[in-house]
């Protein structure tokens, strides 16, 4: 199971000091916290994208091609890529390229985002957002499986024997999750291409998230991809610690209180109880996410979201460290316990590329328009 941290990229006030960080420092921010996801022993690490204030990723590619030349082991990914707003072609191009610089570390959460005015600042229609998900999709499945693809769709130009570059790594795409807190539709969108589905349900009730999860879950056996509980199950989280319980909640208020997104809103308690937030002792953060498979089943991916709501950096590090060291060793060893051995692992590069019967090389030489050759017989 993959344990890791995703992040928002929010630039906010820290209510304690009142000083608001600057997009430069934000940015940075999140090639030191991804350092020190790989430092303290996670396994992933997922930037947002968003295009309006007061986030700074909008660039996911660009900020994870930094951080794979920062680290050597840690997946990255993205939480999530606007698979509605983006052009599918770019989609293709921008992640492919990631792979190669990354070594196959890479994996995409796709999903239509939270935020209503980003459509038509790029020329789209929010009332169509689901059907620009299903067909931005299933374009850039086929761009990233096919050399050459004659397509024409609703929403796009058509393409005519177009070849995607460059080519994905070794042969196998990158593995795409679905992400989703509240649509149906999306789940089954996953189920039915077989791939993961990630269900951030940071504000939710858990029996929302049951629902939907159980959804995918069925669905994905319906097609035709293997059991149930053999589904691809991700999930997103948050959490705050010290250690003692105490210390955590007295020092976090003042930062819920106000955070854009939960703030002025329910009380720190109401909250935490009716969704995973869970502010105390590391130990209450493994009881809780230890639970978490008795509704969901076992699963594959657990993401938490640390740095937000005007936390200062130096906060955000200490609190990788603390679920490095004392939270994920600990639910490593509780989610293993009766863990079916059919039940697989989370997919990487590397499984993929063993699933396809070895890695080969997708590079496609094609006819240069000018000269009427191809690259390899220039050279002879």
Do not use: C
């Not at 509980?229 to 250690?243: E, N, P, S, Y």
């Not at 490095?324 to 509780?334: C, F, N, S, T």
Request: proline fraction near 7%; charge should be negative; hydrophobic fraction near 40%.
């Amino acid at each position: 199971m993959q344990f890791g941290v995703f992040s928002v990229g929010d630039v906010t006030l820290d209510p304690t000091t009142g000083r608001v960080p600057t997009e430069n420092e934000r940015i940075k921010a999140q090639v030191a916290i991804a350092r020190k996801v790989e430092e303290v022993g996670l396994d992933v690490y997922a930037t947002g994208e968003h295009h309006n204030p007061p986030f700074v990723p909008s660039s996911p590619t660009t900020l994870l091609g930094f951080i794979a030349a920062a680290t050597q082991r840690i997946v990255l990914s993205t939480a999530t890529t606007l698979i509605t707003t983006n052009d599918p072609v770019k989609i293709a191009e921008d992640y492919a390229m990631l792979q190669h610089l990354a070594d196959g570390r890479v994996d995409l959460t796709l999903g239509r985002g939270n935020t209503g005015p980003v459509y038509p600042w790029f020329g789209k229609d929010i009332r169509e957002g689901l059907a620009l998900a299903v067909e931005n999709y299933d374009l850039l499945r086929r761009l990233w499986r096919e050399d050459v693809v004659d397509w024409q769709g609703r929403f796009r130009t058509p393409l005519q024997s177009f070849t995607a570059t460059p080519r994905p790594l070794d042969g196998v795409a990158p593995f795409v999750w679905h992400g989703s807190i509240r649509t149906p539709e999306i789940a089954e969108q996953a189920a039915y291409y077989g791939d993961g589905f990630f269900h951030n349900n940071i504000f939710w009730p858990t029996t929302h998230t049951q629902q939907m999860v159980q959804r995918y879950r069925q669905r994905f056996e319906h097609y035709g991809h293997g059991p149930a509980d053999t589904a691809i199950v991700g999930l997103g989280g948050q959490f705050f610690a010290r250690k003692n319980s105490q210390d955590a909640v007295k020092e976090f208020r003042p930062y819920f209180d106000v955070a854009p997104v939960y703030g002025h809103g329910p009380s720190l308690e109401e909250f935490t109880a009716q969704t995973p937030l869970t502010v105390g002792s590391p130990q209450q953060v493994v009881e809780r996410y230890a639970s978490m498979r008795e509704h969901v089943g076992d699963y594959q991916r657990q993401l938490f979201l640390i740095d937000h709501a005007g936390l200062p950096l130096s906060t955000v590090l200490e609190q990788i460290e603390i679920l490095g060291g004392d939270i994920v060793p600990a639910l490593r060893k509780e989610m293993a316990i009766g863990r079916p051995a059919h039940v697989p692992d989370a997919p990487t590069h590397a499984s993929l590329v063993a699933a396809a019967g070895g890695a080969h090389d997708g590079t496609v030489h094609a006819v240069d328009d000018v000269t009427g050759r191809r690259a390899e017989e220039a050279h002879a």
